[in-house]
């Protein structure tokens, strides 16, 4: 594997790791309710403009993705969408590099 598909895959852990530790830490001192979370995520002008940030940047990478598997064939690289939206940009992006960056068959 090169350093630059190692370096893809790594970043891809961290993007699911960090994220994930703050995440988790907000539900157990706020409750586990979603609708909290998004409430919190509009607190102010900034928060409300990184979340858009994000989900733009989460819906070109989908295109992107689907674009590219459409002409690659490369099906595996789906899994990049739900990790994109269920995770965040942060593991989603490098996850699909890492995939897209597979040696051809």
């Known amino acids: 594997m090169s ?4 370096l893809y895959l790594a ?3 961290w993007g699911t790791i960090h994220p994930m530790y ?3 830490t907000w ?3 706020e409750g586990w309710s ?10 102010n002008a900034a928060a409300s ?7 733009i940047a989460a819906v ?15 099906f595996s690289a789906l899994i990049a969408i739900p990790a994109t939206f269920c995770i965040g940009v942060s ?3 490098p996850l699909y590099l890492f995939l897209r960056t597979a040696p051809i068959k």
């Not at 070109?60 to 490369?74: D, G, M, P, Q, Y």
């Open 60 to 74: 070109t990478l989908t295109i992107w993705i689907i674009a590219e598997v459409a002409v690659r064939r490369n």
């Open 3 to 6: 350093p630059l598909r190692m």
């Open 91 to 93: 593991c989603g992006l």
């Open 49 to 55: 403009g990184l979340v858009w940030d994000l989900t």
């Open 11 to 13: 970043l891809a852990v």
């Open 27 to 29: 539900f157990n001192a």
């Open 34 to 43: 979603l609708s909290a979370m998004v409430d919190a995520w509009h607190a």
């Open 22 to 24: 703050y995440f988790v």
